[in-house]
Nanobody, 127 residues
Framework: QVQLAESGGGLVQAGGSLRLSCAAS????????MAWFRQAPGKEREFVTS???????????DYADSVKGRFTISRDNAKNTLYLQMNSLKPEDTAVYYC?????????????????WGQGTQVTVSS
């Protein structure tokens, strides 16, 4: 079992930055593929970014087109923590952001493949 807890959300002006954290507890964090999803009011939960292990101390990151070049996912396995650095924020980035974990290594954009979810943290970007 893996427990996930997000933090770092808040209110920021357009063009600003935030860094989200996701603290993981339970089983071996480094073995899991991790992702961030987000859900805006009245919309489906959508993929933002994921990171998976591909070799010794090497991870591969994938990004949705809408955040590519602005968001960066990273992980600190020693601290069992996943991060999302969000720069150049836009009002359309406003959503609840969730971290998720899975033992799978493929198709990481599909939310149905994730076994563990945090409770989410609200990000609001004002224009």
């Amino acid at each position: 079992q893996v427990q996930l807890a997000e933090s770092g959300g808040g209110l920021v002006q357009a063009g600003g930055s935030l860094r989200l954290s996701c603290a993981a507890s339970g089983r071996t964090f480094s073995r899991y593929s991790m992702a961030w999803f987000r859900q805006a009011p009245g919309k489906e939960r959508e993929f933002v970014t994921s990171v998976r292990w591909i070799g010794v101390n090497t991870y591969y990151a994938d990004y949705a087109d809408s955040v590519k070049g602005r968001f960066t996912i990273s992980r600190d396995n020693a601290k069992n923590t996943l991060y999302l650095q969000m720069n150049s924020l836009k009002p359309e980035d406003t959503a609840v952001y969730y971290c998720a974990a899975t033992e799978r290594q493929r198709d990481l954009r599909l939310r149905s493949l994730y076994d563990y979810w945090g409770q989410g943290t609200q990000v609001t970007v004002s224009s």
